[in-house]
C-alpha cells in the first residue's frame, strides 16, 4: 500500500482497498453503458460502476473521485465507442486510477494538463487525418505544420492556430462539395468532415485549455478527442475506439505523473 499523508480524513466513501478495486475491474469488465444506466453489471457507466464496488447508492458520483477527473470521466464514457465491451476495454485502466483522486489531485493543475494532452494528441491527430486526405497542397501543408506545432507546444494559442488552419481547410472543402458534381461528390465530402472533425478538435482542445486555468474543467478536454472519434467513426469503428482509448490512457499517464493514488491498483488490470 502506498502512504498518502496529504488525504484528507474526513471521507464521505469507503476506503479504496484491493477487494473495492478488484470489484471495481469486475464490474467494468461485464460492460459499460452510455449514461448511468442501471445497478446491473453490464448496465451501469464507468462511475455507478464504481458506486456499485463501494456499496454506495447507484448513480455517477462516487465521493472518491476528484469533481474534475469525475466529469472527464463521464464525458469519456458518454462518447462514440463502437461497442459497451470497447467502451469498457479503454476505459478499464483509468477507472481504477481514478480512486481515491479526491482527497488528491489539484483539480486546476490536473485540468490543465488534460487539456494539453488533447492539444499535443487529438489535434495533431485529427489534423493530420484531414491532411492525408485533402486536395489543395497549400491546406495539406498547413495543417500539417499546425499539427508538429501543437505537438511541439500544446498551448492554448497553437490550438487556436490549427483551429483556423482546420477552418479555412474546412471552407474550401466544403465549397467544393456545393460545387461538386455527383461523381465527386463523395469525395469532397470526405474532405469536408475530415477538416471540420480537425476544426472541432482544435477549437474543444483550445476551450479545455482555457476552462483549465478558470474552472479547473477538464470535461471540455475530452470534446477534442470525442471530436477526431466521431469523424473516424463514419468510416472505421476501430479507429474511433482507438483514439479514445489512447486518450483515456493519456489521462492514466497523467494521474502516474501526479502520484495519484489509485495508479497502485492498476497492475490489477495486468492480471489474467
Known amino acids: 500500500m502506498i502512504n498518502h499523508p496529504n488525504r484528507s480524513s474526513a471521507k464521505t466513501y469507503p476506503e479504496i482497498t484491493e477487494e473495492i478495486a478488484r470489484k471495481v475491474l469486475t464490474v467494468v469488465d ?30 455517477d458520483d462516487p465521493k472518491c473521485v ?46 490543465r494538463r488534460v487539456a494539453e494532452l488533447a492539444i499535443r494528441k487529438s489535434v495533431p491527430e485529427a489534423l493530420r ?32 492556430a490549427a483551429r483556423k488552419a482546420a477552418d479555412a481547410a ?19 465530402y470526405a474532405y469536408a468532415a475530415a477538416a471540420y472533425a480537425a476544426y472541432a478538435a482544435a477549437a474543444a482542445a483550445a476551450a479545455a485549455y482555457a476552462d483549465a486555468a478558470a474552472a479547473a474543467d477538464a470535461a471540455a478536454a475530452a470534446d477534442a478527442a470525442y471530436a477526431y472519434a466521431a469523424y473516424a467513426a463514419a468510416a472505421d469503428a476501430y479507429a474511433r475506439d482507438k483514439s479514445l482509448a489512447a486518450f483515456a490512457e493519456g489521462v492514466v499517464q497523467i494521474l502516474i505523473e501526479m502520484n495519484a493514488p489509485g495508479v497502485e491498483w492498476l497492475p490489477l488490470t495486468e492480471m489474467v
Open 170 to 188: 474546412y471552407a474550401d472543402a466544403d465549397a467544393a462539395y456545393a460545387d461538386a458534381d455527383a461523381a465527386d461528390a463523395d469525395a469532397a
Open 129 to 160: 487525418a484531414a491532411a492525408s486526405i485533402h486536395k489543395d497542397p497549400k491546406h495539406v501543408a498547413a495543417l500539417r505544420a499546425a499539427a508538429a506545432e501543437c505537438e511541439r507546444e500544446p498551448t492554448r494559442a497553437n490550438a487556436l
Open 66 to 111: 476528484a469533481p474534475s477527473l469525475r466529469s472527464l470521466k463521464i464525458r469519456l464514457n458518454d462518447s462514440r465507442w463502437s461497442s459497451n465491451e470497447a467502451r469498457a476495454k479503454g476505459l478499464r485502466r483509468l477507472a481504477l486510477a481514478q480512486l481515491g483522486s479526491r482527497d488528491h489531485l489539484d483539480d486546476k493543475e490536473f485540468a
Open 30 to 59: 461485464a460492460g459499460l453503458v452510455n449514461g448511468v444506466g442501471n445497478p446491473i453489471p453490464g448496465q451501469m457507466c464507468v462511475e455507478a460502476a464504481v458506486c456499485y464496488a463501494l456499496g454506495l447508492p447507484h448513480g
